[in-house]
C-alpha cells in the first residue's frame, strides 16, 4: 500500500461547502448509497447544528494538490465518510427539509420555529439562520496514492455502524467487485426489482448471481463465500482467473437481459432479495420458446404455495400436505444455503414443466438449456 496522510482541513462554514457541493464527489465506488437517513435523523443533525452541539468529523478525499489515479471525477474532493450529513446539510440549504415540529431553541426556547425552512429562517429568524450556515464541520483532510487505503479507513470509520456485508464488500478494491458494481447498472435492478438497493441490497444479489455463473451452478452465498469471492478467491479457494469473470460477467448480462422480458417494473415477484437468485437460474434454463410463460407460472406457482400455507395455518392436521409447497417452505428459510438454491430452483423446473404440459403438448419438447 502507499502513503496515507490524515490532516485537518482549512476550517470552513456550512455555506462555504454549500458553494462548492458540485465539487465533491458523492459516490466513489467504495461509497454507501446516499438517502439512508430519516427525516427524522435529518432533522435532528439540524437541530444539533443550530443548537450548536458537536457534530462526529467528516473525511473527505483532497485532490486539490495534483492528480491522482483515484479521482475518477476529476473533482477537488471525494467523500470517504459523512455522506449522510454533507446531504442533510445540503437538503436544509435547498430548503427540501425543515426543523422537526418539536424543535426547541436553546437559546431562546419561546420562540416557535418547528416545521421552518432555511428560507423562513432568513427572512424572519437571520440570527437562527446565521447560526447554521456559519457552523463549521471538523473535516479531515485525506491524501492516499492506493485505493485499497482509502477502502481500508471507509470500513474502519464505519465500523460502529450497522454496515451490511454487501456495503463492507463493496470497499474490497478488486476486479469482482468492479464486475458486480457494473451488473447493478443494469435496468433488472433500476427498474426491476422491488427489495431495496439502498443498503447495497442490489450488489448482494449480483454477487449471488455472478458466483453462481463464475461457479458454473448455484453454490452457497453466505457472507463469508461472497467477501472471499469479493477479496479474489474461488469456491475451492483457487485465485480467480479475471478471462473466466469476464465471462461469468458476459453470461450473467445475457439472463439479465432475458429477465428483463419476464419481469415487469417494480415486480411484486422480485420483492425479496432471498428468491432473485432461484428466479435468475431459473430463467438462464428455461428454453427461449418458453420465456413468456415464466411469470404467468411463478404467479400461479406462488398463488397456490400462498393458499397451501394459509390452510395449513387455519385447519393444521387435517388439511393434507403438498410436500412440494412444503419442501419449498422449508427450503426458502434458509436462503443462502446451497442446497436451499439447488433445490428450490429443482421444485420450479418440475412444477413448470407440469404447468407447460397443462397448456401445450409438450411430447418431445425440450423445455429447459439443460435438457433435464
Known sequence: ???????????????????????????????????????HDKAFLIDSIINGFDVPKLYLADFQYGDSSLNEKKL???????????ETVFDFFDNTLVLASDFVLRSDPTLNLGGLSLRDLRRNYRHVADEFENYSFDVMSVVAEDERDVNELFVRLNRSK????????????????????????HSIFQESIRFSAKRAGDQNAAAKVLIFEYEGKPVETKKF??????????????????????????????????MDQVFLPHDELLASAGIFPVYYWLVREVSERFTDDIRPFLI???????????????????????????????????????????????????????YLDEMYDMTGEKVFRSGK
Not at 79 to 85: E, L, M, S
Not at 236 to 241: L, M, N, S, T, V
Not at 321 to 326: E, L, P, R, T
Open 1 to 39: 500500500m502507499g502513503k496515507l496522510r490524515i490532516t485537518p482541513h482549512q476550517t470552513r462554514t456550512l455555506i462555504w461547502w454549500y458553494g462548492r457541493r458540485e465539487s465533491i464527489d458523492f459516490s466513489p465506488p467504495y461509497q454507501r448509497r446516499g438517502r439512508l437517513w430519516s427525516t
Open 76 to 86: 477537488p474532493y471525494a467523500i470517504i465518510d459523512g455522506k449522510q450529513r454533507l
Open 162 to 185: 450497522a454496515l451490511t456485508g454487501a456495503e463492507v464488500r463493496n470497499a474490497i478494491a478488486g476486479p469482482v467487485t468492479e464486475v458486480i458494481r457494473r451488473l447493478t447498472e
Open 225 to 258: 463465500t461472497l467477501d472471499e469471492f469479493a477479496r479474489g478467491f474461488q469456491v475451492d479457494r483457487k485465485e480467480i482467473d479475471r478471462t473466466r469473470l469476464e465471462l461469468a460477467a458476459r453470461r450473467t448480462v445475457d439472463t439479465f437481459d432475458m
Open 300 to 354: 400461479a406457482f406462488e398463488g397456490e404455495r400462498r393458499k397451501h400455507r394459509e390452510a395449513q395455518k387455519a385447519l393444521g392436521a387435517s388439511v393434507s400436505v403438498n410436500q412440494q409447497y412444503a419442501r419449498y417452505d422449508t427450503l426458502n428459510r434458509s436462503t443462502n444455503d446451497a442446497a436451499s438454491h439447488r433445490g428450490r430452483v429443482e421444485i420450479l423446473k418440475e412444477a413448470f414443466s407440469s
